[in-house]
DNA sequence: AGCTCCCATCGAATCGATTCGATACGCGGG
DNA sequence: CCCGCGTATCGAATCGATTCGATGGGAGCT
């Protein structure tokens, strides 16, 4: 008559322990206003009956919370994850999350399918923008609209989003103020992309007025503050290549033209930098300085002590975390801005000549 | 009286639209069986209550599954993402998993914290083994408790899981034929971890007989099948800075007793035992050949290319991901074994004398 | 011995949507 | 003119657990 294959529920349990479906709830829970015998005899029913435990869709729906944030990251993994930096920022994330048994759901913001579909359809508590600041993203809309609270990391800036921010352009300005204070005038920029087009070149201004990361438009204004007007040049993605793509076409010109120094927005740029500078037989710093962003960990630079601008990656990570558990629960935290700290390395020195 | 607050539920957009749950409901299925103008005046109702469609939990209950299927990755992430090919993996997974509009959440072995609370508590479809493939993870024994489908790659092989494998065996054999082929006889392993605690140095017997993963034993027993004993060095990751290390002891010793060719078990150790060579001064092939496992995407080799066994990474990812849909959609798929391919690079080449 | 208080357990409502079988209505054919 | 059929909509059961307020019984105190 009974079907075996029918997976027991919590009534079915309580019922063989002798007890209310509510008391069996409660054992399962650990709450202390069940008798330690009772929670045995439930327990023992349950083992016999082999039930793991009160189902976590149904606990979810009456509980109003599923255990789930989601956390964006733009384009697809693949290439996300090719950033050191998103990788430590997850890192610190789950941290949090895990300490609280909740879960990190990545939602990749894969160009063929717009995750719009995967959010009406996923529970999620909460959402996290971990690297991709778009204001008008549909997603964000979909989100404010179910209720669904946001937290940003670095952007987007929208009523109702938690911003967990980093001073990139305070960190940049100081950089800046650090190579000005070397004696270079001459500088130029690789930045990281201002919107997900896979263009890459020049940065103009019409260009930069529809940029879309708050970080990258940040982190150029702070050399301006100490620069003025510097030419940049845009990668495609944020990674090694496309940094030595960058770095050959700003290095590879006649030396009169060339830049004594190369601010490149990221860690992972600079390596690439780097390597061109390698590739062309340019020294550094003497031919050339070579700067970058974040305080990566990477490990394929070797000896080299890169120039940077130190971010608390992992504290972001765990900020933006315990911002969304708290909005989970009910309280709006304060947005943040965290510090960062100009690190000298061997990759910056004094211009030629 | 109505509280602003009050998020409104299907039941409300129905009332308003003057029609029955039921039919509000199908409405926003996309159902044919409801009336074109019915529905507008649905979704009409719904513009105008700010309701942005059904509660993913409360649907989840309804239907059974919740959208969300959990890949288990060993270690924190921070390490487990340094490794190209669990994140190519990974790739491959969320690219079959959103196209069903099925979300991908990320479960760390997080050593602090155990990930079975998590389980107990999120709702999941399906998992993945992506990383790890302990036969007596306590995680493993709670999925299977609640009936929760698991697919394993590269393990662990237990009933009732689903496994897609990789040749790891015959590919490291063909490799280990190459070398023999060119000469050599004196060959050594750098073993990725054989578990997980932290240990480096020789591997022996009762070692081996402890270890927990299935790829790393098979691509040990493809170089035996050549070469009979060999010896292998185990690493405390599959990192590049551990390949180092493990190139230096290998490498760093009396010509005579230097092994002329060495076989690491991933790409990315190999690339650490090809810097630890050229800190050593040692010329590749010409004073030693060094080959890897996986072919995978290292920008950072520059223009070297090592000799490997390619396997196909993304395809295990997607039909890891295609196994854990059928299982959801409750058909059974079979075990898989992937090919891999010897792809001869320039980092191997007949042993010196 | 009687009264009170407290602790363990229970009942019942609730979370919000989905889905199947039933119903009502309108139209065409005999 | 009536019957039958198809289509659009509706009712009600169901998914499985949680939780609050209520109840009953036993222990302690006077």
């Known amino acids: 008559m009974t079907p075996v294959s029918a997976r027991p529920t919590l009534a079915t349990v309580a019922a063989r322990a002798g007890v209310s479906p509510s008391t069996a709830s409660l054992a399962f829970s650990g ?78 913001g894969d160009t063929g399918r717009p995750s719009v579909a995967q959010i009406a359809r996923i529970p999620l508590d909460a959402a996290i923008f971990a690297t991709c600041g778009l204001e008008d993203d549909p997603a964000l809309d979909l989100l404010l609209a179910r209720g669904v609270p946001v937290v940003a990391v670095e952007g987007p800036v929208v009523d109702g989003v938690v911003l967990v921010d980093v001073d990139d352009r305070a960190g940049t300005a100081d950089l800046a103020r650090h190579l000005h204070g070397l004696g270079h ?26 940029a879309h990361y708050r970080d990258v438009r940040h982190r150029l204004e702070g050399v301006e503050e100490v620069f003025g007007p510097v030419p940049a040049f845009e990668t495609a993605s944020n990674a090694v290549d496309e940094g030595v793509h960058a770095g050959r076409v700003l290095l590879d010109v006649p030396p009169a033209r060339r830049p004594t120094a190369v601010l490149a927005q990221s860690d992972v740029l600079a390596a690439g930098v780097l390597q061109a500078a390698a590739q062309l037989g340019l020294d550094v710093p003497g031919d050339v300085s070579v700067a970058g962003f974040d305080g990566a960990d990477l490990h394929w630079l070797g000896a080299t002590r890169l120039t940077t601008v130190v971010q608390p990656t992992d504290e972001k990570g765990r900020r933006a975390a315990q911002a969304a558990m708290d909005l989970v629960d009910g309280t709006r935290p304060a947005d943040t801005v965290l510090p960062v700290a100009l690190r000298i390395g061997t990759t910056t020195g004094p211009p030629a000549r």
């Open 31 to 108: 709450s202390p206003r069940v008798a330690p015998p009772t929670r045995e005899r439930v327990l023992t029913a349950a083992a016999e009956l082999g039930y793991a435990g009160p189902d976590p869709i149904a606990a979810s729906l009456r509980r109003g919370r599923s255990g789930v944030i989601g956390a964006f990251v733009g384009e697809r993994l693949l290439y996300a994850f090719r950033d050191p930096v998103a990788i430590q920022l997850l890192d610190g994330i789950t941290e949090v999350l895990g300490a609280h048994d909740v879960g990190l759901l990545l939602l990749a």
């Open 185 to 210: 005038r001459r500088v130029e920029i690789v930045a990281m992309p201002l919107r997900l087009d896979g263009r890459r070149g020049p940065v103009d201004a019409a260009r930069r007025a529809r």
